[in-house]
């Protein structure tokens, strides 16, 4: 038997879900690119066991999360989008979605990588609190004070209407 049965299909089938996922926690396509490739081979070499009776995509999120946290840790990544572009000429007009897309990659640029993972979790993905805490091996308590302290933060640093 091979023992990456099954990897391969489980790879097409959530590839592109954990792709978002890994974006959101980056804000970057090509450190997303690059997150994604570090957790899948985890994910490989764990296979054997999370095939039978493990859940891998719940593994391949964690690890999504715990990898962003300790690259900021370690080699101190600097996560794009730190700078917002100048403002539009007076004749020019923008869309308000697009200006609004921009306030917000801004404002979780901004975010501690646990803030941004807990607003990724909870309010992209839609994970209860319970489902975060797990995927982020913290305490319900901890998902609750960090949601708290990253909506804050998001609304100081974005438009009002944003987050309201």
Not at 73 to 84: F, I, M, S, T
């Given at each position: ?42 994910v490989a ?39 917002l572009p ?10 308000e979605a ?67």
């Amino acid at each position: 038997m091979d023992r990456f049965e099954g990897f391969h299909e489980f790879v097409r089938a959530r590839q592109q879900s954990l792709m978002r996922t890994a974006y959101l926690l980056t804000g970057d396509a090509h450190l997303a690119e690059d997150l994604l490739q570090t957790v899948l081979t985890r994910v490989a070499a764990h296979w054997a066991k999370l095939a039978d009776g493990g859940n891998p995509e719940a593994y391949a999120r964690r690890a999504l999360v715990n990898q962003t946290i300790s690259w900021r840790r370690r080699k101190r990544v600097e996560l794009p989008g730190a700078e917002l572009p100048e403002r539009a000429e007076s004749g020019q007009s923008h869309d308000e979605a697009t200006v609004r897309r921009i306030a917000l990659h801004h404002a979780l640029a901004q975010l501690t990588p646990k803030q941004r993972a807990v607003i990724v979790l909870r309010f992209y993905e839609d994970r209860t609190e319970h489902e975060t805490a797990q995927l982020m091996g913290v305490s319900i308590g901890t998902v609750k004070s960090q949601t708290h302290y990253a909506l804050s933060k998001l609304r100081a640093l974005a438009p009002q209407e944003v987050y309201r």
